[in-house]
């Protein structure tokens, strides 16, 4: 069996997990293959014991690969996703960061979440993404075009509103006069669309999430629409462009260049333990069910 492991070092006392990690699949053994800049780190930490053996590194990854580990919070899972991209590798999220929607396996739990999952008992949890185009061509986000939690409009260098048209299947829609636009995922529900007042959907939902940033248009709210629209967005303002973001990827575009969301042709797969579900961590991550009253 033959894993692939990214992860980055923000996290306090997060050495000690990967030391937890290294040992559990060495004790597995499994061929461990780590991101080159983050076995660096891990080299050139001294709290992390450097008895393992036959570890490799990677700069890109292929399909050999039976998992791919994700340690850190969320935003290394959506890291992880570029590594992966549409090879169909599941990815295993290890939560040392903090709320962790996508990456629900508990640092306190490691060594067992391990051994459950190389012994077969998770499931795969497949997720939507978007994938974009623009017109004309923008060539900072051709190589990765692709985000799992969602693809957002905002102003750049200005404190002025912009203005967001938007088409749903070549229907105009409106024109969100507003800090930005997100599209969402049922994955990215959860994340900045919901911090902007969209719905958390359930992410076998079929569906995706248009959610304006601080609109001054006072009626303006969320909207859900089935995942095969296509929804072309055209930014204007006082500026002379505005920033696109691809969960965290950022490029700047010129104002009026045509932007065209879809659905994308693969989708990626999250492990998720048996035990697991998005009901329970809804309740977990958001202290549903908190109330003294329950």
Request: with cysteine; glycine share 6%.
């Given at each position: 069996?033959?894993?692939?492991?990214?992860?980055?070092?923000?996290?306090?006392?997060?050495?000690?997990?990967?030391?937890?990690?290294?040992?559990?699949?060495?004790?597995?053994?499994?061929?461990?293959?780590?991101?080159?800049?983050?076995?660096?780190s891990i080299n050139k930490n001294k709290d992390i014991s450097k008895n393992y053996s036959k570890i490799s590194s990677f700069k890109e990854i292929d399909a050999s690969y039976n998992f791919f580990l994700s340690i850190g919070g969320d935003g290394t899972l959506l890291k992880s996703v570029t590594y992966v991209?549409?090879?169909?590798?599941?990815?295993?999220?290890?939560?040392?960061?903090?709320?962790?929607?996508?990456?629900?396996?508990?640092?306190?739990e490691i060594t067992d979440s391990l051994y459950q999952i190389l012994n077969g008992n998770y499931f795969i949890s497949e997720r939507s993404l978007l994938t974009i185009s623009t017109d004309p061509k923008n060539e900072n986000i051709l190589p990765l075009n692709f985000a799992l939690n969602e693809i957002a409009v905002n102003r750049k260098n200005t404190t002025s509103m912009i203005k967001v048209e938007t088409l749903v299947n070549d229907m105009h829609?409106?024109?969100?006069?507003?800090?930005?636009?997100?599209?969402s995922t049922p994955t990215g529900?959860?994340?900045?669309?919901?911090?902007?007042?969209?719905?958390?959907?359930d992410?076998?939902?079929?569906?995706?999430?248009?959610?304006p940033i601080a609109p001054h248009n006072l009626n303006a709210r969320p909207l859900v629409v089935?995942?095969?629209?296509?929804?072309?967005?055209?930014?204007?303002?006082r500026g002379k462009s505005h920033l696109v973001s691809l969960d965290s990827r950022i490029a700047t575009l010129k104002n009026n260049t045509i932007i065209t969301i879809k659905k994308a042709p693969f989708h990626i797969k999250l492990v998720q333990l048996s035990e697991d579900s998005f009901i329970k961590t809804l309740r977990k991550k958001?202290?549903?069910?908190?109330d003294k009253r329950n």
């Amino acid at each position: 069996m033959k894993i692939g492991i990214y992860g980055q070092f923000y996290h306090e006392d997060s050495e000690i997990y990967i030391q937890y990690i290294l040992d559990a699949l060495q004790n597995k053994n499994v061929e461990i293959v780590v991101e080159e800049a983050f076995l660096k780190s891990i080299n050139k930490n001294k709290d992390i014991s450097k008895n393992y053996s036959k570890i490799s590194s990677f700069k890109e990854i292929d399909a050999s690969y039976n998992f791919f580990l994700s340690i850190g919070g969320d935003g290394t899972l959506l890291k992880s996703v570029t590594y992966v991209k549409d090879l169909g590798i599941p990815i295993i999220g290890i939560n040392t960061g903090r709320l962790g929607f996508l990456a629900t396996i508990q640092k306190e739990e490691i060594t067992d979440s391990l051994y459950q999952i190389l012994n077969g008992n998770y499931f795969i949890s497949e997720r939507s993404l978007l994938t974009i185009s623009t017109d004309p061509k923008n060539e900072n986000i051709l190589p990765l075009n692709f985000a799992l939690n969602e693809i957002a409009v905002n102003r750049k260098n200005t404190t002025s509103m912009i203005k967001v048209e938007t088409l749903v299947n070549d229907m105009h829609l409106t024109s969100y006069w507003s800090d930005g636009l997100i599209v969402s995922t049922p994955t990215g529900s959860t994340g900045y669309s919901l911090s902007c007042g969209g719905p958390v959907i359930d992410p076998s939902t079929n569906s995706l999430v248009i959610t304006p940033i601080a609109p001054h248009n006072l009626n303006a709210r969320p909207l859900v629409v089935p995942d095969n629209c296509t929804i072309t967005l055209k930014v204007s303002g006082r500026g002379k462009s505005h920033l696109v973001s691809l969960d965290s990827r950022i490029a700047t575009l010129k104002n009026n260049t045509i932007i065209t969301i879809k659905k994308a042709p693969f989708h990626i797969k999250l492990v998720q333990l048996s035990e697991d579900s998005f009901i329970k961590t809804l309740r977990k991550k958001l202290l549903w069910g908190e109330d003294k009253r329950n």
